[in-house]
């Protein structure tokens, strides 16, 4: 942790010190056409120093680190007649809104793409990933979680409603073997009180979403693929503020803004959330009964009573952008806290909890710097750091039993009753702290030698000191607190090489690991009446090393492939275990490793008399080592509380997935992927199916916009969204007597939603209604955990894009 204090306070003096040699500008601006409505999706190229931009679905358009000087440049698209124009670029930001006349004739034999969208450059890489754009889902009644969800290769594991704990599941490994990431700085370091079930996607400018092979920038110990959320990063002063109400009595709001002084470039960030459910939803099924008399069993539908969860948080940065000495130097602080009541364990026993809860907050300093050609052209740098505590809080000291009634059960002869170990989870009764002070701090150095060739350095430093107490235990007991600090340092270096035009690109890249775990619990000596430290300890070292390579046949259909070695070291909770989420500690549990493989192509954009449509597939392997995941369950332990992480054993993923895009004058769009594969492991000797993990997985939305309704310049968007999920069982059939297997599998699902949003002329407010799960089917998830059913939702929002 000392090693990380230092690092930051290092990289806060070289920050004071640095010196710019070069100014650079900004060009922004709103491409309209006539009669005044936007140009959506037209490039701007400056063909002197290879810069372009692409206007958004409002006509604006920003330009960055652009050298001082006069430039022609170029706008086009298919809708509009080519205009050019001349502007003068000097140390800020230049604005240049052109009123653009519509093409004649949009029926073209030949179209010249200038540039690419960051989207599409990213996804003809080489690595099997995808960009999520939250521009749509920030308008509507949908969480950050759900967006993800629609994503090709990705599930999302949730138990339960609002504020539930979730896994993320890529290409079938899931859990710790998917990093999530928040600018590049693992989420992990943030706390459960700030995570993408709270954060809006107003807050969020995309998601990238890496499938198996993990670039060298997000060097971390991610074993399946890595989901990084990029914050909004524009710098124009902006506004955006929302509140939704509806089922559950569900409440979410969010604002977020910023400022920034033309002439100084000094900039102001802030933004704050607040979320809360009662998540009293109706549920049913094998676990969900009343026992009454004479231990009679009777199944009933109920509602769940102690499942509210509330998360608040926000964060306020101050500093300067899009200045000499930096695109980008913010300091600031991220704060926030959430209560979540519990339920049941991890799985939805016969006897749920009540008035068991847990509690979480962190207050961390944070420090972001970035800056482009650095004392000399090409040396790029980025620093992301945080330093501070989170807490999380665990109540447990009810001794009464419940009934899925809301009621104290009752034993057979009618008495109600309490539990022999007086708390609602077994182990006895608890008010369990566990403090963190953590710090994490990434830096990234890049040199381009010239246009074909590049090399990257990063490093990532992330620590953890943990401290245990529990203040129903005796003033003796606490005084012997038991203390876990893991640390954690990941170094890769990357080659990056374009050729052949720019239609051959490859990656080589190769990481090095290193974790030390700490686990000290005092304890006196029973021969010398001593205090003695019990210390567990280890420090695991290990290399990894991959490639892509993309190859573009022509312009718009690309060949891409890509392979990692990749290690997955055990995180905290896995080593050092948690009450809050039932996990019990495993301070022996091994390393997981993975030879990941992707072969895949993208045809598209393709665009033809307004019809636009891309496809997308890959073909993927995971031949995996001392597998991390839950306990293979069998009937034996099905109805257990806790859960313990172990290896598995070693298994391989093998499958598939698919996407098509397809939209039609910006108005109609479909988009549909698809998931299979087949997921096995060894485990005593034995090949199975892993279990708890659906194999085939589909998803699919509509959108429709009507122009000009109700109110001119305004406009009605409609959305469909279909998910399916394939049967899978949550328990390991038990040898070759499959009878009774059926009872433990969870059944085919579809769930779909339907939504729609009205942006009024001033494109300012919108409103927006949803209806989740419409024909309210059952539902169900990890541990055959069942989720809400249908539920609508009522949203307001309103943005001010720059002022």
Same mark, same amino acid.
């Given at each position: 942790?000392?090693?990380?204090?230092?690092?930051?306070?290092?990289?806060?003096?070289?920050?004071?010190?640095?010196?710019?040699?070069?100014?650079?500008?900004?060009?922004?601006?709103?491409?309209?056409?006539?009669?005044?409505?936007?140009?959506?999706?037209?490039?701007?190229?400056?063909?002197?120093?290879?810069?372009?931009?692409?206007?958004?679905?409002? !006509?604006?358009?920003?330009?960055?680190?652009?050298?001082?000087?006069?430039?022609? /440049?170029?706008?086009?698209?298919?809708?509009?007649?080519?205009?050019?124009?001349?502007?003068?670029?000097?140390? !800020?930001?230049?604005?240049?809104?052109?009123?653009?006349?519509?093409?004649?004739?949009?029926?073209?034999?030949?179209?010249?793409?200038?540039?690419?969208?960051?989207?599409?450059?990213?996804?003809?890489?080489?690595?099997?990933?995808?960009? &999520?754009?939250?521009?749509?889902?920030?308008?509507?009644?949908?969480?950050?979680?759900?967006?993800?969800?629609?994503?090709?290769?990705?599930?999302?594991?949730?138990?339960?409603?609002?504020?539930?704990?979730?896994?993320?599941?890529?290409?079938?490994?899931?859990?710790?073997?998917?990093?999530? *990431?928040?600018?590049?700085?693992?989420?992990?370091?943030?706390? %459960?009180?700030?995570?993408?079930?709270?954060?809006?996607?107003?807050?969020?400018?995309?998601?990238?979403?890496?499938?198996? &092979?993990?670039?060298?920038?997000?060097?971390?110990?991610?074993?399946?693929?890595?989901i990084n959320i990029v914050l909004q990063n524009s710098i124009q002063s902006n506004f955006n503020a929302s509140v939704s109400y509806g089922s559950f009595n569900t409440l979410q709001a969010s604002v977020n803004g910023q400022y920034r002084f033309k002439d100084s470039g000094?900039?102001?960030?802030?933004?704050?959330?607040?979320?809360?459910?009662?998540?009293?939803?109706?549920?049913?099924?094998?676990?969900?009964?009343?026992?009454?008399?004479?231990? &009679?069993?009777?199944?009933?539908?109920?509602?769940r009573f102690n499942d509210a969860y509330r998360s608040s948080g926000g964060m306020l940065q101050i500093g300067y952008t899009d200045v000499k000495w930096a695109d980008q130097f913010l300091i600031g602080f991220t704060s926030s806290s959430d209560f979540k009541e519990i339920?049941?364990?991890?799985?939805?026993?016969?006897?749920?909890?009540?008035?068991?809860?847990?509690?979480?907050?962190?207050?961390?300093?944070?420090?972001?710097?970035?800056?482009?050609?650095?004392?000399?052209?090409?040396?790029?740098?980025? &620093?992301?750091?945080?330093?501070?505590?989170?807490?999380?809080?665990?109540?447990?000291? +009810?001794?009464?039993?419940?009934?899925?009634?809301?009621?104290?059960?009752?034993?057979?002869?009618?008495?109600?009753?309490?539990?022999?170990?007086?708390?609602?989870?077994?182990?006895?009764?608890?008010? /369990?702290?566990?403090?963190?002070?953590? /710090?994490?701090?990434?830096?990234?150095?890049?040199? =381009?030698?010239?246009?074909?060739?590049?090399?990257?350095?990063?490093?990532?430093?992330?620590?953890?000191?943990?401290?245990?107490?529990?203040?129903?235990?005796?003033?003796?007991?606490?005084?012997?607190?038991? @203390?876990?600090?893991?640390?954690? %340092?990941?170094?890769?270096?990357?080659?990056?090489?374009?050729?052949?035009?720019?239609?051959?690109? =490859?990656?080589?890249?190769?990481?090095?690991?290193?974790?030390?775990?700490?686990?000290?619990?005092?304890?006196?000596?029973?021969?010398?009446?001593?205090? +003695?430290?019990?210390?567990?300890?280890?420090?695991?070292?290990?290399?990894?090393?991959?490639?892509? +390579?993309?190859? =573009?046949?022509?312009?718009?259909?690309?060949?891409?492939?890509?392979?990692?070695?990749?290690?997955?070291?055990?995180?905290?909770?896995?080593?050092?275990?948690?009450?809050?989420?039932?996990?019990?500690?495993? $301070?022996?549990?091994?390393?997981?490793?993975?030879?990941?493989?992707?072969?895949?192509?993208?045809?598209?954009?393709?665009?033809?008399?307004?019809?636009?449509?891309?496809?997308?597939?890959?073909?993927?392997?995971? %031949?995996?080592?001392?597998?991390?995941?839950?306990?293979?369950?069998?009937?034996?332990?099905?109805?257990?509380? @806790?859960?313990?992480?172990?290896?598995?054993? %070693?298994?391989?993923?093998?499958?598939?997935?698919?996407?098509?895009?397809?939209?039609?004058?910006?108005?109609?769009?479909?988009?549909?992927?698809?998931?299979?594969?087949?997921?096995?492991?060894?485990?005593?000797?034995?090949?199975?199916?892993?279990?708890?993990?659906?194999?085939?997985?589909?998803?699919?939305?509509?959108?429709?916009?009507?122009?000009?309704?109700?109110?001119?310049?305004?406009?009605?968007?409609?959305?469909?969204?279909?998910?399916?999920?394939?049967? *899978?069982?949550?328990?390991?059939?038990?040898?070759?007597?499959?009878?009774?297997?059926?009872?433990?599998?969870?059944?085919?699902?579809?769930?779909?939603?339907?939504?729609?949003?009205?942006?009024?002329?001033?494109?300012?407010?919108?409103?927006?209604?949803?209806?989740?799960?419409?024909?309210?089917?059952? +539902?169900?998830?990890?541990?055959?955990?069942?989720? $809400? !059913?249908?539920?609508?939702?009522?949203?307001?929002?309103?943005?001010?894009?720059?002022?």
């Amino acid at each position: 942790m000392k090693r990380g204090i230092l690092h930051i306070i290092f990289s806060l003096c070289f920050f004071g010190s640095l010196q710019a040699y070069s100014q650079t500008g900004v060009l922004t601006g709103t491409l309209k056409f006539e009669d005044k409505k936007p140009v959506a999706f037209a490039s701007i190229y400056i063909e002197s120093i290879k810069k372009h931009s692409l206007s958004d679905e409002d !006509g604006n358009y920003s330009m960055v680190g652009l050298p001082s000087g006069r430039y022609k /440049a170029t706008i086009s698209s298919i809708e509009i007649q080519k205009h050019e124009f001349e502007i003068e670029i000097g140390d !800020g930001i230049k604005s240049y809104n052109p009123i653009l006349k519509r093409s004649e004739d949009t029926n073209l034999d030949e179209v010249r793409v200038y540039g690419e969208s960051y989207k599409t450059e990213i996804e003809k890489s080489g690595f099997a990933v995808n960009i &999520v754009d939250t521009k749509e889902a920030s308008l509507r009644n949908i969480q950050t979680n759900e967006l993800l969800n629609t994503t090709v290769g990705v599930k999302i594991r949730q138990n339960g409603g609002l504020g539930s704990e979730v896994n993320y599941s890529l290409n079938g490994l899931s859990g710790s073997a998917v990093r999530i *990431f928040i600018d590049g700085i693992p989420i992990s370091a943030y706390g %459960n009180s700030f995570n993408l079930n709270s954060i809006p996607p107003s807050m969020i400018k995309e998601i990238e979403v890496y499938k198996g &092979v993990v670039p060298g920038h997000l060097s971390d110990d991610a074993l399946g693929g890595a989901i990084n959320i990029v914050l909004q990063n524009s710098i124009q002063s902006n506004f955006n503020a929302s509140v939704s109400y509806g089922s559950f009595n569900t409440l979410q709001a969010s604002v977020n803004g910023q400022y920034r002084f033309k002439d100084s470039g000094f900039t102001v960030k802030g933004s704050i959330f607040h979320n809360y459910s009662d998540n009293d939803y109706k549920v049913s099924g094998r676990s969900v009964i009343v026992t009454g008399l004479g231990g &009679v069993q009777t199944p009933v539908t109920a509602r769940r009573f102690n499942d509210a969860y509330r998360s608040s948080g926000g964060m306020l940065q101050i500093g300067y952008t899009d200045v000499k000495w930096a695109d980008q130097f913010l300091i600031g602080f991220t704060s926030s806290s959430d209560f979540k009541e519990i339920q049941h364990g991890a799985f939805m026993t016969i006897m749920p909890y009540k008035d068991r809860f847990m509690e979480s907050d962190a207050f961390l300093g944070n420090l972001a710097y970035q800056k482009k050609n650095l004392f000399t052209k090409g040396l790029d740098l980025t &620093v992301n750091g945080l330093y501070g505590n989170r807490n999380r809080f665990v109540s447990d000291t +009810v001794a009464w039993a419940y009934s899925w009634n809301g009621e104290k059960a009752i034993d057979f002869r009618g008495n109600e009753y309490q539990y022999s170990w007086r708390s609602q989870q077994e182990g006895g009764p608890t008010l /369990a702290r566990i403090n963190r002070d953590v /710090a994490s701090i990434r830096t990234g150095v890049s040199y =381009a030698i010239n246009d074909h060739h590049k090399v990257l350095i990063n490093h990532v430093y992330s620590g953890i000191d943990r401290v245990d107490s529990d203040e129903l235990r005796s003033v003796l007991e606490n005084t012997f607190r038991g @203390t876990r600090d893991l640390q954690k %340092n990941i170094t890769s270096f990357t080659y990056e090489v374009n050729a052949l035009e720019n239609k051959l690109k =490859a990656n080589v890249f190769g990481k090095y690991y290193q974790q030390r775990t700490v686990n000290i619990d005092p304890e006196i000596n029973d021969e010398t009446n001593e205090i +003695v430290d019990d210390i567990t300890s280890s420090n695991t070292k290990d290399e990894g090393y991959g490639f892509t +390579v993309s190859y =573009a046949l022509i312009p718009n259909i690309t060949l891409l492939t890509s392979a990692e070695k990749a290690i997955r070291l055990p995180n905290e909770s896995e080593v050092f275990g948690n009450d809050g989420d039932n996990v019990v500690a495993n $301070p022996s549990i091994r390393p997981e490793l993975s030879n990941n493989f992707n072969l895949g192509f993208r045809l598209g954009k393709f665009s033809l008399s307004g019809h636009d449509f891309t496809v997308s597939s890959n073909l993927f392997t995971r %031949n995996i080592k001392d597998r991390i995941g839950l306990p293979i369950e069998t009937s034996l332990n099905v109805n257990d509380e @806790t859960i313990l992480y172990e290896n598995q054993g %070693n298994g391989t993923s093998k499958g598939f997935d698919a996407q098509l895009d397809y939209t039609y004058n910006n108005n109609f769009g479909i988009n549909f992927n698809i998931s299979r594969f087949d997921l096995k492991i060894v485990n005593r000797g034995v090949e199975i199916d892993v279990p708890n993990t659906p194999f085939f997985t589909m998803n699919g939305n509509i959108r429709y916009s009507f122009k000009d309704l109700i109110q001119k310049e305004s406009r009605l968007n409609l959305f469909y969204t279909l998910y399916f999920t394939d049967e *899978f069982s949550y328990l390991v059939p038990q040898g070759s007597n499959t009878v009774g297997d059926e009872f433990f599998k969870v059944p085919q699902q579809i769930a779909q939603d339907l939504g729609l949003s009205y942006v009024f002329p001033s494109n300012k407010l919108v409103a927006s209604f949803d209806i989740k799960n419409i024909v309210d089917k059952p +539902v169900y998830d990890n541990l055959s955990v069942q989720k $809400p !059913g249908r539920a609508f939702y009522l949203k307001l929002n309103y943005r001010i894009n720059k002022f």
